[in-house]
């Protein structure tokens, strides 16, 4: 043992049996061991003995209950050598004067090292850390005494120094604080030595560590590392500032107001926090099995300075639900099972400055029965206290990602128009399928199936697939930016449309059927933008021109070996691409700059123009007057060294001497 205490356990029925520890029971002069008797104590010298007794086990303590501290001077009961304890000890189990175990403890002790004296009043003097190391012993921790395995702490005297010789701290803790640095001529540190190394190498003492220069007296600022995680708000009852854009709605319970909402994948996210003054219009799709409950309409939410405030909640009915709901191919049974759940929900929210004055909310309700596909619709509008209009986001005008593109239709009476895409449900046919608005910055394709006959006409087949596609573009014109006002002409760039080949040809009356050519089954939307500044550091986007064309296609009639009294399907598409130009044009290549690429600095590694880099405007690396400074010094010993290289100099130079 090395410390004051050591357990060790007695296995089998401890009734009747004694318990006793003797002290030092080796012969000195044989070093044998003496014969050992059941006459003890639990108690030998300064040692005792514990026994806890268990069920089948007895749990036996040999404890040292003294003082293990180094003597000072004029003190007792303490240890007078670093070895305070060297003795040898013997437990014994015995039943009826019988001995039925035995334990042999070596017991070799050292002094405690920590430090329980009176300590100096006397300060430090701490030496300028700019000029030598602070403290040549780091790992001297202890005033007074030896620090375990601190081998440069002047305490410790060599017996103890040999219990831990092989642990020692290394590295600066550990007292290096003067390591040898890669520079130094005589330092075997790095792993590759360059050629050069024995011709730049420095040659200079330890004291003069470069290691010292990493001590800067200066200003501190402390940097301002961006955040990734959602700020929480504070909770119920502390003082609360009100919202940002873009901050979450909070909750009595100081939870998120969450509202079912469509991720980057396309799936709906039933727990996604509503963002001050972002409006949002999202569609899901959901089963009677996989259908969840939302968020109870009686939680209060924060409104922005502390208080709470209740929703208006408006329950309607739906009278409609084939808007909402479409079959699944699943086969019905004889008992359908119905359930009562929430269709559409939509939320408006009254706001003024960083406060939420109002919040209401009206809730559509249906029956949904098993086997059918339910689209739910969940949309949240912002509106301004003071001019009851859909809020815009603050400062910055332009298009944010994700955010539904503005259309208005210039030629009605109302203006207000839809530029869309398809979001199929159920089977996919176009009869069922729903729209979802064009989102600002993402490129989707959509599509949908449509129903067509082995004896259909090509011109009605054309015409009715036209129609489908122009159901999708329900405007004339599109907002250059988020907040284009619908009164001014200028805030909208007109929509270029292509018209599809018209022709005349139709193979299904002739002797062939199911074959039609120039079928515009595709309709391909592409939209120019342009980053024209910044707010704030946002980039403001704004869209400079909408082109909709139309690509045709050749359809035939898909049967097996009977075609008759069935339908084929057609499959017609419509895609959104976003085109990114800069905002001006860029400086076209001269003639220079096509003929000879071997001075392009963008494709070569080496770049003659930027050899006077230093000497530009675009440096800065360190100030222009310091850098042209040294241009001068430079082209002034180059001039000097031309003009003493002539040999008119040194004719001059021998004639002077004459």
Same mark, same amino acid.
């Given at each position: 043992?090395?410390?004051?205490?050591?357990?060790?356990?007695?296995?089998?029925?401890?009734?009747?049996?004694?318990?006793?520890?003797?002290?030092?029971?080796?012969?000195?002069?044989?070093?044998?061991?003496?014969?050992?008797?059941?006459?003890?104590?639990?108690?030998?010298?300064?040692?005792?003995?514990?026994?806890?007794?268990?069920?089948?086990?007895?749990?036996?303590?040999?404890?040292?209950?003294?003082?293990?501290?180094?003597?000072?001077?004029?003190?007792?009961?303490?240890?007078?050598?670093?070895?305070?304890?060297?003795?040898?000890?013997?437990?014994?189990?015995?039943?009826?004067?019988?001995?039925?175990?035995?334990?042999?403890?070596?017991?070799?002790?050292?002094?405690?090292?920590?430090?329980?004296?009176?300590?100096?009043?006397?300060?430090?003097?701490?030496?300028?850390?700019?000029?030598?190391?602070?403290?040549?012993?780091?790992?001297?921790?202890?005033?007074?005494?030896?620090?375990?395995?601190?081998?440069?702490?002047?305490?410790?005297?060599?017996?103890?120094?040999?219990?831990?010789?092989?642990?020692?701290?290394?590295?600066?803790?550990?007292?290096?604080?003067?390591?040898?640095?890669?520079?130094?001529?005589?330092?075997?540190?790095?792993?590759?030595?360059?050629?050069?190394?024995?011709?730049?190498?420095?040659?200079?003492?330890?004291?003069?560590?470069?290691?010292?220069?990493?001590?800067?007296?200066?200003?501190?600022?402390?940097?301002?590392?961006?955040?990734?995680?959602?700020?929480?708000?504070?909770?119920?009852?502390?003082?609360?500032?009100?919202?940002?854009?873009?901050?979450?709605?909070?909750?009595?319970?100081?939870?998120?107001?969450?509202?079912?909402?469509?991720?980057?994948?396309?799936?709906?996210?039933?727990?996604?926090?509503?963002?001050?003054?972002?409006?949002?219009?999202?569609?899901?799709?959901?089963?009677?099995?996989?259908?969840?409950?939302?968020?109870?309409?009686?939680?209060?939410?924060?409104?922005?300075?502390?208080?709470?405030?209740?929703?208006?909640?408006?329950?309607?009915?739906?009278?409609?639900?084939?808007?909402?709901?479409?079959?699944?191919?699943?086969?019905?049974?004889?008992?359908?099972?119905?359930?009562?759940?929430?269709?559409?929900?939509?939320?408006?929210? @009254?706001?003024? =400055?960083?406060?939420?004055?109002?919040? #209401? $909310? %009206?809730?559509? /309700?249906? +029956? *949904?029965?098993?086997?059918?596909?339910?689209?739910?619709?969940?949309?949240?509008?912002?509106?301004?206290?003071?001019?009851?209009?859909?809020?815009?986001?603050?400062?910055?005008?332009?298009?944010?990602?994700?955010?539904?593109?503005?259309?208005?239709?210039?030629?009605?009476?109302?203006?207000?128009?839809?530029?869309?895409?398809?979001?199929?449900?159920?089977?996919?046919?176009?009869?069922?399928?729903?729209?979802?608005?064009?989102?600002?910055?993402?490129?989707?394709?959509?599509?949908?199936?449509?129903?067509?006959? @082995?004896?259909? =006409?090509?011109?009605?087949?054309?015409? #009715? $697939? %036209?129609?489908? /596609?122009? +159901? *999708?573009?329900?405007?004339?014109?599109?907002?250059?930016?988020?907040?284009?006002?619908?009164?001014?002409?200028?805030?909208?760039?007109?929509?270029?449309?292509?018209?599809?080949?018209?022709?005349?040809?139709?193979?299904?009356?002739?002797?062939?059927?199911?074959?039609?050519?120039?079928?515009?089954?595709?309709?391909?939307?592409?939209?120019?933008?342009?980053?024209?500044?910044?707010?704030?550091?946002?980039?403001?986007?704004?869209?400079?021109?909408?082109?909709?064309?139309?690509?045709?296609?050749?359809?035939?009639?898909?049967?097996?070996?009977?075609?008759?009294?069935?339908?084929?399907?057609?499959?017609?598409?419509? +895609?959104?691409?976003?085109?990114?130009?800069?905002?001006?044009?860029?400086?076209?290549?001269?003639?220079?700059?096509?003929?000879?690429?071997?001075?392009?600095?963008?494709?070569?590694?080496?770049?003659?123009?930027?050899?006077?880099?230093?000497?530009?405007?675009?440096?800065?690396?360190?100030?222009?007057?310091?850098?042209?400074?040294?241009?001068?010094?430079?082209?002034?010993?180059?001039?000097?060294?031309?003009?003493?290289?002539?040999?008119?100099?040194?004719?001059?130079?021998?004639?002077?001497?004459?």
């Amino acid at each position: 043992m090395s410390g004051p205490r050591v357990s060790s356990f007695f296995l089998g029925n401890s009734s009747g049996v004694n318990f006793s520890v003797i002290s030092s029971p080796v012969d000195e002069k044989t070093g044998k061991l003496h014969l050992a008797n059941c006459s003890g104590s639990k108690r030998a010298g300064d040692w005792n003995l514990n026994v806890t007794r268990f069920m089948e086990t007895s749990e036996v303590t040999v404890s040292l209950p003294r003082n293990l501290q180094l003597c000072l001077p004029n003190a007792t009961d303490c240890c007078t050598a670093p070895l305070c304890v060297l003795e040898t000890l013997q437990v014994l189990a015995c039943r009826d004067a019988v001995i039925l175990a035995h334990l042999l403890v070596q017991a070799e002790i050292y002094a405690n090292s920590s430090f329980t004296g009176n300590v100096s009043e006397n300060a430090t003097i701490i030496p300028n850390q700019a000029f030598q190391p602070l403290g040549s012993c780091p790992c001297d921790l202890t005033a007074g005494a030896c620090d375990v395995r601190c081998c440069c702490d002047l305490e410790c005297t060599p017996d103890l120094k040999e219990l831990f010789k092989e642990s020692c701290f290394t590295g600066v803790f550990g007292g290096d604080v003067n390591p040898p640095f890669d520079q130094l001529c005589s330092s075997d540190s790095m792993e590759y030595t360059p050629d050069w190394f024995p011709f730049l190498c420095v040659q200079s003492s330890l004291n003069n560590t470069p290691f010292l220069g990493y001590f800067y007296h200066g200003s501190i600022s402390t940097p301002r590392v961006p955040s990734f995680k959602i700020p929480l708000q504070t909770s119920p009852g502390r003082l609360f500032t009100g919202y940002r854009q873009g901050d979450p709605i909070m909750t009595e319970e100081n939870e998120y107001f969450a509202i079912p909402q469509q991720s980057m994948g396309g799936q709906c996210v039933g727990n996604a926090p509503v963002a001050y003054l972002h409006n949002f219009d999202v569609k899901c799709l959901t089963s009677l099995a996989s259908y969840k409950a939302g968020l109870p309409h009686d939680v209060r939410t924060l409104c922005g300075t502390g208080d709470f405030i209740k929703q208006d909640v408006i329950y309607r009915t739906v009278t409609n639900m084939d808007k909402f709901k479409t079959e699944s191919e699943s086969l019905h049974t004889a008992v359908v099972w119905c359930q009562n759940v929430t269709f559409a929900e939509h939320y408006t929210f @009254i706001w003024k =400055d960083k406060n939420i004055e109002h919040a #209401n $909310v %009206t809730v559509f /309700l249906g +029956s *949904l029965c098993d086997g059918e596909i339910l689209t739910q619709r969940f949309t949240v509008k912002f509106l301004s206290l003071e001019s009851i209009t859909p809020a815009e986001p603050f400062g910055n005008p332009g298009y944010q990602v994700g955010k539904p593109v503005r259309a208005a239709n210039m030629n009605a009476s109302d203006t207000f128009g839809s530029l869309n895409i398809w979001q199929p449900a159920g089977r996919g046919l176009c009869t069922s399928a729903t729209y979802t608005p064009v989102l600002f910055g993402l490129d989707s394709l959509s599509g949908c199936l449509l129903e067509v006959g @082995i004896n259909e =006409d090509c011109s009605l087949l054309r015409g #009715n $697939v %036209t129609e489908k /596609l122009d +159901s *999708l573009i329900q405007a004339t014109h599109v907002g250059k930016r988020d907040n284009s006002s619908y009164s001014d002409l200028n805030d909208w760039v007109e929509i270029i449309r292509l018209e599809p080949f018209n022709s005349d040809t139709n193979v299904s009356t002739g002797s062939l059927k199911g074959i039609c050519p120039d079928i515009p089954a595709n309709l391909n939307i592409r939209i120019i933008f342009a980053n024209v500044g910044a707010v704030q550091g946002i980039p403001r986007q704004e869209i400079l021109a909408v082109q909709i064309s139309f690509s045709t296609v050749t359809w035939q009639f898909q049967c097996g070996l009977i075609c008759e009294n069935i339908t084929s399907f057609l499959p017609i598409t419509a +895609s959104v691409q976003f085109i990114k130009v800069p905002a001006q044009p860029p400086i076209p290549l001269t003639r220079f700059q096509m003929n000879y690429t071997e001075f392009d600095c963008n494709q070569n590694d080496v770049c003659w123009p930027q050899l006077l880099y230093p000497l530009t405007r675009f440096y800065s690396g360190e100030p222009y007057s310091q850098c042209l400074a040294k241009g001068l010094s430079l082209a002034f010993l180059v001039l000097l060294a031309a003009i003493l290289s002539n040999p008119w100099v040194s004719k001059l130079w021998n004639s002077s001497l004459v």
